[in-house]
């Protein structure tokens, strides 16, 4: 092909390649992207002004993971590690942020509550795979609960546990009812896509409504 030949088909080649990336395209999908698109502009717009300053920020970096993780966990039951590296190191951050004056105590501490969670979710996980046979938790919500404790205090801890219980398994009755299929035992849900963004919600209640106590 000549030169000439080449600068006139490259428009036609270019048009080609848009028609295939939006034949390749999902509506579904589009829609899916712009409806978590618009979740996670609001979370870190009511992160930034529920919280002064760093806070605000930490807390819209926690949002922007949380929804990252829900998302990926939805679609692969899978949460990567490298996720919950970053959450949990910038849970250290945001424990050194709060008390300035005692870093190294509240880095350790919020160490500690997340070795603690993690332990309990172990301990469910090894348990309920002695009683049942099989596996219900996997290591990545393991390594979230780290997450969740390096974020939040004890007393919150288990709220959070409780709204992504409580959003999965009602979500989970009404999709069985809806489909009309019946309610199975055996049925796997991805934890990591409520158990996240509950971190991130107790986060908020911690910041908003329990800083006056």
Known sequence: MTILGAIRST???????????????????????LIFGIIAVVAVV????????????????????TLTIAIIDWRSFIIPDALNAAGFCLGLVHASVQQPDEMLSAVAMAVVRGAALALVFLTIRYGYARVRGRQGLGLGDIKLAAVAGAWLDW?????????????????????????????????????????APAIWICWLIETTLLASF
């Not at 009511?46 to 993971?65: E, Q």
């Not at 979500?171 to 309610?183: M, N, T």
């Not at 991805?190 to 158990?195: A, I, K, Q, S, V």
């Open 11 to 33: 428009p036609a080649r270019c048009i080609a390649g848009i028609a295939r990336v939006g034949r390749g395209l999902n509506v579904q999908s589009v829609k899916n992207g």
């Open 46 to 65: 009511v992160s930034i002004d529920s919280a002064p300053g760093m806070f605000g920020l930490l807390g819209a970096g926690l949002a922007l993971l």
């Open 155 to 195: 007393a919150v801890m288990p709220v959070a546990i409780e709204i992504a219980a409580f959003a999965a398994l009602a979500i989970y009755a009404l999709r069985q009812f809806v489909l009309g299929r019946p309610i199975s035992a055996t049925s796997r849900l991805p934890f990591g896509l409520f158990f």
